[in-house]
């Protein structure tokens, strides 16, 4: 069932709010200082980092300009970033331009799945 353009839009104007509410919570409380941003549960139960964890901490360090220590959170913090606002853009653009979303090819989702699991696997070892 094709997604209208009107509905591409909203979605994109709900993303965009949703991450700027996110953002001004990050900046005025950041996570080592405010105690209510929620534990990950993976590592809660297992002691292993998931992918995503501290990704938090480095996006609110990235929102403060402090990329080296936002990569030392996380790593996958620029590219998520990357991804976040191509996403956004090409929501917003599509319904102006005309174009579909593009297709993914199996191969990207792939290599995708296998750097974040090669990330979780070096990330967990204990040197």
């Given at each position: 069932m094709p997604v209208s353009p009107q509905t591409r839009r909203r979605h994109a104007y709900i993303a965009l709010a949703a991450a700027a509410f996110f953002w001004v919570v990050l900046y005025r409380f950041p996570?080592?200082?405010?105690?209510?941003?929620?534990?990950?549960?993976?590592?809660a139960l297992t002691g292993w980092q998931c992918p995503g964890c501290g990704m938090t901490r480095a996006?609110?360090?990235?929102?403060?300009?402090?990329?080296?220590?936002?990569?030392?959170?996380?790593?996958?913090?620029l590219p998520v970033v990357a991804g976040f606002v191509a996403w956004v853009i090409?929501?917003?653009?599509?319904?102006y331009g005309g174009a579909k979303?593009?297709?993914?090819?199996?191969?990207?989702?792939?290599?995708?799945?296998?750097?974040?699991?090669?990330?979780?696997?070096v990330r967990n070892l204990n040197w």
């Open positions: 996570p080592g200082q405010a105690g209510f941003y929620p534990v990950c549960p993976v590592y996006l609110a360090a990235l929102l403060h300009g402090h990329v080296a220590e936002a990569l030392g959170w996380n790593p996958l913090v090409a929501a917003y653009r599509t319904p979303w593009p297709n993914v090819p199996n191969f990207a989702v792939a290599a995708l799945l296998a750097v974040v699991g090669v990330f979780t696997v």
